[in-house]
Structures are given as C-alpha cells and as structure tokens.
C-alpha cells in the first residue's frame, strides 16, 4: 500500500525532528506518539476517516479545533492535556512550515489556535516536617529500605523530577569539593545540582555499599528496582505511595493524600521560597526554562502570607463598620469625605 504524505511527514516528524532538531526526550516523543494515537483515533472514529486514508490535507484548522473539542467531550480531558496536545500539533506545524512550504498557510493557521485558560489549582506540598514524617517510614535495616531512603531524600534535597531521578548514573556524580550530580533534564539541558551535607552523608553511604563509584560501574543507573533494572516512573510512583499511605495513618495533616514525586518537588520549592531564596537561583536549581514558572511558588508564597497576617490582625484590631453601612446616603457620605476634619 501506497503511503500517504500524513504518513511520510509523521514519521520523519518522529524519526529526524523531533530527535535531530528539537532533541527531545524518550518521554516527550512518547506524550507526542500518544498525542497522534489519539488524533488517528479522533479521525476514525469521528470523520469515519481510516488512518491510511488521512493526508496532510486533513491537518487543518478546523480539525486541530474539533479535535481538541472530541478530547473534551468525548475523552473528558483536562484543560491542560488539552493543551498540550494542542502544543504537540503546533509542533508539527513549525516542522511543516519548513519541509512541506505548501502547507504554510494551514500551518500558521494552526499556530494561531489559543490555548485554553484554566483557573490555577492551589500547588499542594509538604511542609518539611511532612517529609521527616514520610522518610521515617522507611525501614533502613534492609537494602531496599536504604535504597529508598536515599532515593527520596535525594528527590527533595536536590528537587529533581522522577524522570531525571531514574536516568541518574554512577559517573553522573562527583564526591569531589564542590560535590554535585549532573542531571539531564527537559530538551538536553544539562544542569549541575549541588549535594548538600545532610544528602551527602546518605548518598555516599549507599553509593560505597552498592559499588557504584567503581570504574567498570560508572555507567550503570544508580537507582535499580528488585530486578536490577532501572526504575519506572510507576514504579517510583508507587514506592512513595506506600510510605505516604503509612504516614497519613500518623498525620493526615502533614501528607497530602495524593502524595507524588512531583510534590516532593514542589516541597522543595516552596521550602526555598520560604527561606526567601532568589527565584533565579531557584529557577536553576529546579531546570525551570523560565522564571515565570518559578513564580507561582512565590505567588502561593504570598497568598499564604497574607493570609496568615490577616487571620493575626483580627485579634487585635476590633471590628469597624464601614461608614457608609451608618449612612445610606451616597450625597451625604460624600460630602462626610471632604469634612476637614477627616485627616
């Protein structure tokens, strides 16, 4: 069978693109490939279109938005995967832009389609007395609880997101002054994340009993699962689940119920930001590619500030009726507010 044009700009979108040029990651081509799952799915199913019928021509404005619609409705996605699909197709039309030039107008035409607001969720975290409670549930008489200690304690000390935990390796780290980890993060970005002293006692303690520092050693994954092979992020997911579960029996208030890895980033984070660390530096302690996405810890900072400052005032200030509770004359009340001796 004949392949379609669709077919042969996907799979050099896939194989040279998106690797070559934008050098995404193995998740990232992976949330890409599901996003084009769901669009052949989309095409099928609504269109009555088969996926060997689809053409570049299909990949228009008008199916982008029915698209993103069909995930809403049909799929009840949330606004942000909505949004990130549409992210993943204003990809392709960059990518088009370039190699298929007769798709140039419809590919604007798609780069121009908004994304969705969505109200801002509340950042949920643990406060650190939360992430004592958590890492104390761990048994470290055994290899695997020595293991997961270090593993989670490692997640909060240096902030890193789970898919950058798992890749780390032995010759990722350096024991030598200044001591540090080198983490690849989002789109090939490399960054050196410090090891502070109360990490460093842990870390090189495992790091000796699993011989990971040995030279014939230094390219395996430093943090492996009962099979020797290096960790999912399920399988990280599902570690902190349990601990978490057992925490919550003890405080509920100190561990949220939904507790993931990547609110052990966000402890962290918003640990920083309470001791009024500057959002630059917090920006590149956590691989952020912008501040702006670094200010929503501080943000939430603030609102929590307020928040408390407000609920202390109303002890001592006693309450006031508002003047014009008293006079319910607008005229009256106005001429009140230019009375001299109102100072």
């Given at each position: 069978m004949k392949r379609t044009d669709f077919a042969s700009a996907v799979h050099r979108y896939f194989r040279d693109y998106l690797i070559n040029d934008r050098g995404c990651s193995e998740r990232t081509i992976e949330t890409y490939r599901y996003a084009f799952i769901q669009f052949i799915d989309f095409m099928e199913n609504s269109l009555r279109i088969k996926p060997e019928k689809i053409e570049l021509k299909h990949i228009d404005h008008q199916h982008i938005q029915s698209f993103l619609s069909w995930l809403e409705c049909e799929r009840k996605v949330s606004t942000a995967t909505r949004n990130q699909r549409l992210a993943v197709f204003k990809g392709l039309a960059t990518f088009l832009k370039y190699d298929y030039p007769e798709c140039i107008d419809t590919a604007i035409q798609i780069q121009n389609i908004k994304l969705k607001k969505s109200q801002s969720k509340e950042i949920s975290y643990l406060k650190p007395e939360g992430i004592k409670l958590l890492l104390s549930q761990i048994n470290r008489t055994s290899q695997a609880g020595r293991r997961d200690f270090t593993m989670f304690t490692l997640l909060y000390a240096t902030g890193v997101r789970v898919s950058e935990l798992i890749e780390i390796r032995g010759r990722d780290v350096s024991l030598s002054a200044p001591k540090h980890i080198v983490i690849f993060g989002k789109g090939g970005k490399?960054?050196?994340?410090?090891?502070?002293?109360?990490?460093?006692?842990?870390?090189?303690?495992?790091?000796?009993?699993?011989?990971?520092m040995l030279p014939q050693n230094l390219d395996r994954y430093v943090f492996v699962n009962h099979s020797n092979e290096r960790f999912t992020r399920q399988g990280i997911n599902h570690l902190l689940s349990k601990y978490a579960k057992v925490a919550r029996k003890i405080d509920p208030t100190l561990v949220p119920s939904d507790c993931s890895p990547h609110k052990i980033r966000h402890s962290?984070?918003?640990?920083?930001?309470?001791?009024e660390t500057d959002l630059i530096i917090?920006?590149?302690?956590?691989?952020?590619?912008?501040?702006?996405?670094?200010?929503?810890?501080?943000?939430?900072?603030?609102?929590?500030?307020?928040?408390?400052?407000?609920?202390?005032?109303?002890?001592?200030?006693?309450?006031?009726?508002?003047l014009w509770v008293k006079n319910t004359s607008l005229k009256e009340w106005l001429k009140f507010m230019t009375n001299p001796k109102i100072m």
């Open positions: 490399v960054r050196h994340v410090p090891i502070v002293r109360h990490l460093s006692s842990v870390l090189e303690k495992y790091l000796e009993e699993n011989c990971s962290m984070a918003m640990a920083m930001v309470e001791n917090i920006r590149d302690f956590l691989g952020h590619s912008s501040v702006q996405t670094t200010e929503i810890y501080a943000k939430l900072s603030a609102s929590r500030r307020m928040t408390a400052i407000e609920a202390a005032s109303k002890e001592i200030v006693p309450p006031e009726e508002a």
